[in-house]
């Protein structure tokens, strides 16, 4: 198996709610998570939309294909899987992943 299936197959995994529409707040927020939970972000995984506004305003991101990653935000490798919807962004690491659930208002 690959990085992105086991991330996705991953039985340990918690549901936050994030509630704004800012992309650099929400991957701020993930990180954030992670870290209180004493885990370092490895991988982020989002579907195509998301990942677009990832790299296209997170100034840190940046485009790097490798093996099965897109490129890399900070100290994680972002991945896509269109398995994810819109409102949400996965944070993981080999143990422990967590989904933010965007909430945003959708006018």
Do not use: C, P, R
């Amino acid at each position: 198996m690959n990085a992105l299936s086991d991330i996705l197959t991953f039985k340990a995994k918690e549901v936050i709610t994030f509630k704004n529409s800012n992309i650099n707040e929400a991957m701020k927020f993930g990180f954030s998570y992670m870290e209180s939970e004493d885990h370092i972000v490895h991988y982020i995984v989002a579907n195509s939309n998301n990942m677009k506004k990832i790299l296209g305003n997170v100034e840190d991101s940046k485009i790097k294909i490798e093996k099965d990653s897109i490129g890399e935000l900070w100290t994680a490798k972002l991945l896509i899987s269109d398995k994810l919807n819109d409102d949400h962004i996965l944070f993981s690491n080999n143990i422990f992943s967590a989904v933010v659930n965007l909430q945003t208002n959708k006018i």
